[in-house]
């Protein structure tokens, strides 16, 4: 018997740090002590917002004619917050019988969060000092003033990503890709979709096969590297040695490196390669095969490579 307040001791605390809510159509909760965030959205629209409150809001709904088949679930355990989706049906399968839903959250910003949607789109904004991992299969992805490791990936959705630093991953299939005001290491990734940089500071690798990558106002070590779309660069100033590759698309770079501080090692299958000349440079033009500077105290090396696509690099 002596046990007896122990052991209800133990079950209160069980009770205390693990909350699961029953699966409803809207939720209004506030929560304390959350320092991780989870959300499994669905077709519901996301939108997450730091602030520099120890308090978590949470708002969610949904709404439709076949929101019969679904309802919202969180549960707390300790201090991390899961929000999902649940389905009802047995098929595990969900037509867009008209359905809309929104989950909303604000909570500190220093919290770590992960958000994963199917259809619906995901807006971040106002997080620093952690891990942030958004992902949608066809959902668009806006994300704005986050500092961390920023992983963002979209299969056929647009990704957004402004006023950011740190380390950054970005990955898509169909859909573009917008980096701006932004500084750190970053890797873009796309396949079909265009990749646009600007106002960039630090090291940025773009990895593309059939879109567009574009590039301006930055100022980074550079590795752009396309199958057979074209690379584009206005007002770029090198930091360190950089490489442009593309198969079949052409590369037309704009430096605002002094050209003399430019060493280039430029090749060719058959395209067209061209650079503007200096006073302690020569200019140089070619209908294709290798070319490197007469210039070799330039303090950072431009690597050009095409196939048949042709280069242009001017200042």
Known sequence: MKNIPIIAYFLGMLLFIHT????????????????????KGGFCDVVIVGSNQSQTTLSATISGSGDKNYE????????????????????????????QGVIKIETNRKNKITATTSSGDIGINNFKDNTFTIASTSGSISAT??????????????????NSKG??????????????????????????GDIELSQFVGTATAENTSGGITIKAVEASL???????????????????????ATSGDIDIQFSNKIEDLNFELKSSSGNI?????????????????????????????KGVTSSGSQNYTN
Do not use: M, P
């Open 20 to 39: 699961t809510a029953k699966a409803q159509k809207s939720i209004d909760e506030k929560f304390n002590d959350i320092d991780e965030i989870e959300i």
């Open 72 to 99: 919202l679930e969180y549960e707390k355990i300790g201090s991390r917050l899961t929000v999902f989706l649940k389905d009802n049906k047995k098929n595990g399968k969900w037509k867009n019988e008209n359905l």
């Open 145 to 162: 003033e986050l500092d961390g490791t920023i992983n963002i990936a979209s299969t056929s959705g647009n990704i957004n990503l402004e």
């Open 167 to 192: 380390t950054i991953s970005t990955k898509n299939t169909s859909g573009n890709q917008c980096i701006k005001d932004s500084e750190g290491n970053i890797v873009a990734k796309n396949t079909s």
């Open 223 to 245: 590795k752009l590297v396309n199958t057979s779309g074209g690379i584009r660069g206005e007002q770029v100033k090198v930091t360190n040695h950089s490489t442009f590759a």
């Open 274 to 302: 061209k650079g503007i000349g200096s006073k302690k440079q020569s200019g140089f033009s070619s209908d294709g095969g290798t070319i490197n500077s007469t210039n070799t105290s330039g303090k950072y090396t431009i």
